[in-house]
T-cell receptor, first 112, second 117 residues
Framework: QKEVEQDPGPLSVPEGAIVSLNCTYS??????FMWYRQYSRKGPELLMY????GNKEDGRFTAQVDKSSKYISLFIRDSQPSDSATYLC????????????FGSGTQLTVLP | DTEVTQTPKHLVMGMTNKKSLKCEQH?????MYWYKQKAKKPPELMFV???????INESVPSRFSPECPNSSLLNLHLHALQPEDSALYLC????????????????FGPGTRLTVL
């Protein structure tokens, strides 16, 4: 079993839809949670960073963490064609290792 | 300056060549990373530098040699690579660890697309 599971998709939605992207993890030592957006042939862009259970909102993006269920989500409201990209969850344990464990990535296409 | 820069953007090299990849950040970050990413896969960690010292080497072959000359600059020296080393090479950096959990997030550069012939 992988430490971090993420549905690879692909996921296609119409413009304006609410998108839900999810990761589950097995290691309770993960304490820091990130979501990255990666366009084709570009570097990952940090969208959201959180370290506590609950919701964190930034514009059209909401990151949700449920440590008791070991489940994290990224919601995108009013999705746009420019949101079409691969979304990666990244998890990190506490301590100085700074080792980021990525999910496999979900490929999202928002259709105009 | 709020970004990580990488040069070159693209690199094509033969198996006998020696080349270097360069990464730079001026955000005061004290941890820097090299990752390798193959198509449709997540990034794989290669090396971590913390305060200019190599702290993690993920069993990377010796044909990859990292160097951190100062807190803003990270190099990856390449020698005698194989075609299977063709990939996107990503550099990242993290701010100093602080209160409230800051310091674990990583900011990535645009990458260098490497092709080994």
């Amino acid at each position: 079993q992988k430490e971090v599971e993420q549905d690879p998709g692909p996921l296609s939605v119409p413009e304006g839809a609410i998108v839900s992207l999810n990761c589950t993890y097995s290691n309770s030592a993960f304490q820091y949670f990130m979501w990255y957006r990666q366009y084709s042939r570009k570097g990952p862009e940090l969208l959201m960073y959180t370290y506590s259970s609950g919701n964190k909102e930034d514009g059209r993006f909401t990151a949700q963490v449920d440590k008791s269920s070991k489940y994290i989500s990224l919601f995108i409201r009013d999705s746009q064609p420019s949101d079409s990209a691969t979304y990666l969850c990244g998890l990190c344990t506490s301590g100085s290792a700074r080792q980021l464990t990525f999910g496999s990535g979900t490929q999202l296409t928002v259709l105009p | 300056d709020t970004e990580v820069t990488q040069t070159p953007k693209h690199l094509v090299m033969g198996m006998t060549n020696k080349k270097s990849l360069k990464c730079e950040q001026h955000m005061g970050h004290r941890a820097m990373y090299w990752y390798k990413q193959k198509a449709k896969k997540p990034p794989e960690l290669m090396f971590v530098y913390s305060y200019e010292k190599l702290s993690i080497n993920e069993s990377v072959p010796s044909r990859f040699s990292p160097e951190c000359p100062n807190s803003s600059l990270l190099n990856l020296h390449l020698h005698a690579l194989q075609p299977e080393d063709s990939a996107l090479y990503l550099c990242a950096s993290s701010p100093p660890v602080g209160t409230s959990g800051r310091g674990n997030e990583q900011f990535f550069g645009p990458g260098t697309r490497l092709t080994v012939l």
